[in-house]
């Protein structure tokens, strides 16, 4: 979601000075092995899961070889927001 969109469902949802950035960070892994097992915390991971032992196998040897080359680290980017509760909501708790 981008930023905008973050602010509009904030405000529609009673929040009051809503303060919305975009965070990047860069994924580094400190070897290749750690850089595949880390997609099952990612959103991937429940379909990772769901693969027969042999097809996740051969997920994580793909992202050993992927990660085993000379390519910048890949960059996660996160939109982050956050506001004051309006009186409606703070009723409702």
Do not use: C, N
């Not at 965070?23 to 580094?28: A, S």
């Not at 959103?43 to 994580?60: C, D, H, K």
């Amino acid at each position: 979601m981008s930023e905008s969109e973050i602010e509009f469902l904030l405000r529609s949802a009673g929040y009051r000075e809503p303060t919305v950035l975009t965070v990047e960070l860069p994924l580094v892994w400190r070897d290749p092995e750690s850089a595949a097992f880390g997609i099952t915390g990612s959103t991937y991971g429940p379909a990772v899961a769901s693969l027969s032992r042999a097809e996740q196998e051969g997920v994580f040897a793909s992202i050993v070889k992927e990660a085993s080359g000379e390519k910048p680290p890949a960059v996660m980017r996160a939109v982050l927001g956050r506001g004051v509760a309006g009186e409606a909501l703070r009723r409702d708790t």
